[in-house]
């Protein structure tokens, strides 16, 4: 059964980071390409930042420079470093692996950027 289960979120000011981190089990990660959606408040679930099973990196405009996707294998941990925070940036953030038709979600993690 595979199980992807976020950390990391929280209450931060504006300008503010946080580290999130997704560990998987049930699946061979180092195969499944991985990446991190969120969803705000009234708003559709939207790609945030991916990695490929080789490492490649691809980011969402608006938060590129600002944030960087990693996966350390031998963990089965994914993570995602988002520096500068913004109030935009409040959301509910997902951990999503994908592997072919094969898709599995976390459950989320709930970031706020708030003075």
């Known amino acids: 059964q595979v199980q992807l289960v976020e950390s990391g979120g929280g209450l931060v000011q504006p300008g503010g980071s946080l580290r999130l981190s997704c560990a998987a089990s049930?699946?061979?990660?180092?195969?499944?390409?991985m990446a991190w959606y969120r969803q705000a408040p009234g708003k559709q679930r939207e790609l945030v930042a991916r990695?490929?099973?080789?490492?490649?990196?691809n980011y969402e405009d608006s938060v590129k420079g600002r944030s960087t996707i990693s996966r350390d294998d031998a963990k089965n941990t994914v993570y995602m470093q988002m520096d500068s925070l913004r109030t935009v940036d409040t959301a509910v953030y997902y951990c999503?692996?994908?592997?072919?038709?094969?898709?599995?979600w976390g459950q989320g993690t709930k970031v706020t950027v708030s003075s």
């Open positions: 999503h692996a994908t592997l072919g038709a094969l898709s599995s």
């Open positions: 049930g699946i061979i990660f180092s195969i499944y390409h």
């Open positions: 990695i490929t099973s080789g490492g490649t990196a």
